[in-house]
């Protein structure tokens, strides 16, 4: 207890704490922001000094989150193991998604490869092109077939996983909700599984038949429907104008 007292100072009650680690002659603090807790260094031996120092940084850090910022940030890699962990954690409480395995994997395999050194906060637009030129290779070297780009089904989970990060990262104020990319599907269509095939079949088949009979209009009787009122509406417009014009007499 003894120890505890001497390694720890806490300086706001549930706000602001000092502490020092074993083996360590610099001084921590952790402070609330938020409803959350965030860990930073204060840098300093002398606890006086370290003292001050962490009043500075929560200071600092109320500044941030006032003015829409993230309060710190943190590497990609560590947000997204945070992610992870939180997936592991809502699946043993029978609260998880399937898709979850899919999204580790994901994680794994691309995310932390490529954004892995990068704070969170710098992964914007520009970065994101870049992701999706290394992806492509990426997958071409993990995949046999060597010419296949990926399939929007492929990238929308990707992009899932990705998200699940960034929500990480917003939610512990290392990311502002303001500053997180909106992320778009661009792949080629997905290969259809027999089933799929057989199903498109059948609802073709039936669009025919009822066109056959007459029941409904295939997309040439459409267009010609939609050009024909097109031409109605420009002739009415202009017997309009022209009738306008008739009553309207040149002033002399």
């Known amino acids: 207890m003894a120890d505890k007292i001497d390694t720890t100072h806490v300086l706001m009650e549930n706000e602001l704490v000092v502490y020092r680690r074993e083996r360590s002659n610099i001084w921590q603090c952790r402070y609330k922001v938020s409803g959350l807790w965030q860990r930073a260094t204060t840098k300093e031996a002398d606890l006086k000094k370290a003292k ?22 943190r590497k990609f890699k560590s947000v997204a ?9 809502e699946t ?10 899919d999204y580790t994997r994901v994680i794994n395999t691309y995310l932390i490869p490529f954004f892995g050194n990068r704070n969170i906060t710098s992964i914007d637009y520009s970065v994101l092109d870049q992701f999706d030129v290394w992806r492509i290779e990426r997958m071409r070297n993990l995949s046999a077939n060597k010419t296949k780009a990926p399939a929007n089904s492929t990238i929308l989970t990707h992009n899932a996983a990705l998200n699940r990060v960034l929500d990480e990262a917003v939610m512990r104020n290392f990311l502002t909700a303001a ?16 089933g799929e095939q057989r199903v498109q079949r059948m609802k073709a088949n039936a669009k025919a038949a009822k066109i056959k009979a007459g029941q409904l209009k295939d997309n040439a009787d459409i267009s010609a429907d939609i050009l024909k009122q097109r031409q109605m509406r420009q002739k009415a417009a202009m017997a309009q104008k022209k009738s306008v014009s008739k009553m309207i007499k040149p002033y002399k």
């Open 92 to 101: 043993a409480s029978k609260k998880g998604k399937v898709s979850y395995d």
């Open 52 to 73: 001050a120092k962490a009043k500075e940084i929560m200071v600092e850090a109320e500044i941030r989150k006032r003015s829409n910022l993230p309060v710190i940030t």
């Open 81 to 89: 193991l945070l992610a992870i962990q939180r997936m592991e954690q």
């Open 179 to 194: 500053n997180k990319p909106k992320l778009d599907a661009k792949g080629r269509a997905g290969d259809r599984r027999p």
